[in-house]
């Protein structure tokens, strides 16, 4: 097995390529630290596989861990300790490469696949004749074709990985390569800083102790003023100390337990007292070995104290113990002096203790600590200032990013005063980022002070192009970029148009240098033509925005994820896709709406928000281009917030969405809701589920309303809707309607109404010549007489009853069935108020007509009423005849109805009498029938 080829560094690429990666080695190399443990991590658990045995010989060569300790290493702990290393056989690399993009970018890889036309199951090719017969031409178009989807970064590493180990897909790529690479360039990321070289970077920093002491920082000092030369660098004897305390910590086969260890470092001491560096091995040794940070030190001073600090510092940071060292910050004042201070000990300890602050969160408390020489002086200590400032500025938190800020503009003077160039690019940086935190705090004159003092030092286009954005910004009164933004209503909008209009000209300087970041202008000019309506010019500014914003999604992310939903930041990228989305639909560009609407959705499920007063634009507009893409649009708007139900334009989509139907139906459903609005919304999807035929649950939502109403909530909106056939068939058949509506009417004592209601059921049972109708005629009478009819106004109905052709039953004197056959009969209906009637009508039958059973269920008006069916439906079996009281529950009457195989008689009125002759009706049907 072949060895590792690079050293202890690893790469880690920023995204700007000077040419196409050729080689398997060079791909590799180009993977960032993450891609790396992702393709190793793939490979690694087969445990018989080439990668692992590779994997774990370097493991042990290089680091000197037991071989049958590493064999039992778990995948990630392999990984961890094997990640920095390329190997140097070819099959290796092409499994670890190969491997990654089936697993990681398995879409971008499909992606391409059905660019060229090629089958593939999963980016697994299977279509290889196929490839063979591709021209440069069609891999080109499709390379570039990646691009509307897919990072840049990645697609140019895509390719670069294609020549390496698949030239057969990227035919020509030594031709077309550059080419591709020069149209891609202007969308790779680039740092504030690339003009700078090679700037330390904060996650490149040497990890050995000596290193960090060699290193120093390009603006500081090479030396510390007031130590001795003896100390500015370690020695062998410092490094083997190091090593041994550090495989001591780790149980290095062969190493020093950690008594001997400790034993070690103590007669270091011993042999030399003045040599105040040895204490940091003590330091060292105590964090990482013996835990214990009570010991006094002997004839302790301040270089002593300072040393062995610096040593527990570095210890703990090697294990990432980082709120123990903000522990040890708020209660060693040793450890708060070497954030001020530009000796050995604070080159080597105070970038350990600025990390570890910035880890949890106070970056301004070791901001305060710190001078513009220790700035100066302390390894990566103002990038990572810098960069702490801008994530504090992009969370708009202004006020925590000042304190930083302020230091970071004495570090500036500081260099400036020692020789540095006024026009050093990361000098400058600073300088626009604290007109940034000026600028959110309100204090115009000062952030506007400092951009146009940068203006006339910088040079670079894109850096140019960005300050008169910024300029713009503040002549709009915006806090920031991420501050630009369309609101909910149209008298708001008005507002922004102003503020963009009073930056224009800063915007349009911006789009006219035509750099890299004009991207900020065009975006601010795009925002604006959407407010005007200027579609078109909208769409081109907000394409230019775009492209940049998604190449750089971690620099345009925004808001403190602690206070967005699912606890993810927001994006400009997102935004601007978003606006990008509703200027092409208004722009009504039938080629284009496809993508448009694949926008929109994208932007919404990750919580953008469609402005208000644009709403009825987008879904009209849809609706125009593409009844399907609008009703995607509408249910992805709707599923991220429920009440825009509401305020749709075009409310035919919900005929069209079931998803739309079901989400509307989820939302009227919820009981934590007020029943006024869940009346509404039922209100608003029924009409939409009969009209697509779900029968079922247009009479779950009937059921519902009807429950409502009951608890008389929007009764009056029942009422009217139970008034057209329209709104109820066929879930519910009008003398279904009917009688509902005189439930409701006698519930609110509306007699007048219920008694012309109950007047037209009459004539309409004696019209329809059902069995029984004459019966419901003359139950309808009576209790038209309970309402107050006087016998006057019941003339003609008691005339209709006499002239109806219906045989007149006796209902005394049918036939008794004989003792050992008696007739059961189930009354349903009512609810407490008929006990009464209930329990005299028992013990008058037991006497009067000892032939009958009669059981009583009185099921009230109880929206739970699937219980009581289902424990009635399971003896119905039993009975020879069912009376049904028309007060019930709606859909209680029709599920029971539909259930029974037996006579039924109606019972309109809740009286004795009406009872007691709907249940002689029962029993004489039950005789005949049998």
Avoid at 88 to 94: A, G, S
Avoid at 540 to 555: G, I, T
Wanted: aromatic share 6%; glycine share 6%; net charge negative.
């Amino acid at each position: 097995m072949s060895s590792a080829s690079e050293g202890d560094g690893i790469p880690r690429p920023n995204g700007v390529f000077s040419t196409l990666p050729e080689s398997q080695t060079d791909v590799w190399r180009a993977f960032t630290l993450e891609e790396r443990r992702a393709a190793l991590l793939i490979a690694v658990a087969d445990r018989a596989g080439d990668v692992r045995e590779w994997a774990e010989e370097q493991v042990v060569r290089r680091h000197n861990f037991r071989r049958k300790f590493v064999r039992g290493m778990l995948p990630k702990a392999l990984v961890k300790w094997s990640s920095g290393l390329t190997p140097e056989d070819p099959d290796i690399l092409d499994e670890l490469i190969r491997g990654f993009y089936l697993a990681e970018r398995v879409d971008l890889l499909s992606a391409y696949l059905d660019f060229l036309g090629l089958t593939h199951e999963r980016g697994n090719l299977t279509d290889e004749e196929g490839a063979e017969d591709l021209s440069p031409e069609h891999a080109e178009q499709s390379a570039l074709g990646l691009l509307e989807s897919f990072p840049p970064r990645d697609v140019v590493l895509y390719i670069a990985a294609l020549r390496a180990v698949s030239p057969v897909l990227v035919p020509g790529v030594e031709t077309w390569g550059d080419r591709f690479l020069r149209h891609v360039r202007p969308l790779l990321p680039r740092t504030d800083v690339e003009s700078q070289g090679e700037r330390s970077d904060p996650e490149q920093l040497p990890t050995d102790p000596a290193e960090f002491i060699k290193a120093g920082s390009e603006y500081g000092p090479t030396g510390s003023e007031g130590s001795e030369s003896d100390e500015e660098h370690f020695t062998t004897l410092d490094e083997v100390l190091i090593r041994t305390i550090v495989n001591s910590a780790q149980g290095v086969t062969g190493a020093l337990d950690s008594d001997k260890a400790g034993d070690l470092v103590e007669e270091v001491l011993a042999l030399n007292g003045t040599r105040h560096r040895s204490y940091f091995h003590l330091g060292f040794y105590d964090a990482l070995v013996s835990g214990d940070l009570s010991r006094t030190l002997p004839a302790e001073n301040r270089s002593r104290a300072s040393w062995y600090w610096a040593g527990v510092v570095t210890g703990m940071a090697r294990s990432s113990r980082h709120a123990a060292i903000a522990d040890l910050f708020d209660h060693t004042p040793q450890i708060r002096a070497l954030s001020g201070e530009t000796g050995a000990q604070a080159r080597l300890a105070g970038r350990l203790v600025l990390d570890a602050m910035i880890e949890v969160g106070r970056a301004p408390e070791v901001a305060e600590q710190m001078t513009a020489r220790s700035i100066a002086a302390i390894p990566g200590a103002p990038d990572a200032l810098l960069a702490e400032a801008r994530r504090l500025l992009s969370r708009e938190r202004a006020t925590e990013a000042k304190g930083v800020l302020d230091k970071l503009g004495l570090f500036v003077e500081h260099v400036l005063a020692d020789g540095a160039p006024p026009a050093d690019r990361f000098l400058l940086e600073i300088q626009r980022r604290r007109a940034h935190g000026f600028r959110q705090l309100g204090q115009t004159a000062e952030a506007e002070t400092l951009l146009r003092a940068i203006l006339e030092l910088e040079e670079d286009r894109d850096i140019t192009a960005m300050i008169h954005a910024d300029l713009g910004l503040l002549e709009g009164g915006f806090r920031s970029l991420a501050s630009v933004a369309l609101p909910d209503d149209r008298d708001a909008a008005h507002q922004v148009r102003r503020s963009l209009e009073a930056g224009e000209e800063s915007f349009h300087r911006s789009v006219e240098v035509d750099g890299r970041f004009s991207a900020h202008g065009h975006f601010c000019l795009g925002t604006l033509e959407i407010l005007r309506e200027s579609w078109d010019l909208a769409t081109k500014h907000l394409e230019r925005a775009l492209a940049v914003f998604d190449s750089e999604p971690e620099r345009y992310a925004y808001g403190d994820p602690l206070f967005e939903l699912g606890g993810r930041r927001r994006s400009l990228g997102q935004r601007t896709r978003l606006y990008l989305g509703l200027a092409t639909v208004h722009s009504l560009d039938h080629v284009r709406a496809p993508q448009a609407a694949d926008r929109v959705i994208r932007a919404v499920d990750d919580t953008e928000r469609v402005p208000g007063f644009l709403l009825d634009g987008l879904i009209h507009g849809l609706s125009l281009l593409s009844q399907e893409d609008a009703k995607a649009v509408t249910e992805a708007l709707v599923e991220a917030d429920p009440d825009l139900l509401e305020r749709l334009p075009e409310p035919d989509v919900l005929r069209e969405s079931q998803v739309l139907r079901g989400l509307l139906l989820a939302r009227a459903s919820d009981r934590r809701r007020p029943h006024s609005s869940r009346a509404h919304d039922y209100r608003l999807v029924l009409p939409y589920l009969l009209s697509a035929g779900d029968r079922d649950k247009g009479e779950d939502v009937l059921d519902a309303l009807e429950t409502l109403a009951v608890d008389r909530v929007g009764v009056e909106e029942f009422l009217e809707l139970l008034e057209h056939p329209d709104s109820f068939e066929p879930a519910w058949s009008r003398e279904d309607a009917a009688w509902t509506r005189v439930r409701l009417l006698l519930m609110s004592n509306r007699q007048d109404e219920t008694a012309t209601l109950l007047r037209a059921e009459f004539f309409q049972a004696l019209r329809s010549g059902r069995y029984g109708s004459r019966e419901m005629a003359q139950s309808i009478v009576e209790a038209l007489q309970v309402c107050g009819a006087n016998d006057a106004s019941l003339s003609d109905l008691r005339a209709a009853l006499d002239a109806s052709q219906e045989e007149a039953i006796e209902l005394e004197g049918v036939r008794e069935r004989p003792k050992h056959q008696p007739i059961r009969i189930l009354f349903c209906g009512g609810d407490e108020r008929q006990q009464p009637a209930a329990r005299k009508l028992e013990e008058e039958l037991s006497q009067t007509r000892p032939d009958l059973r009669v059981e009583f269920e009185l099921v009230g008006w109880s929206s739970n009423w699937h219980e009581s069916l289902d424990r009635i439906q399971g003896r119905l079996h039993r009975y020879d005849a069912v009376v049904m009281m028309r007060f019930m529950r709606t859909m209680f009457g029709r599920r029971l109805r539909a259930s029974l195989e037996v006579p039924w008689v109606p019972c309109v009125n809740a009286g004795y009498s009406t009872m007691r002759r709907s249940i002689l009706t029962a029993a004489a049907w039950a005789a005949d029938a049998s």
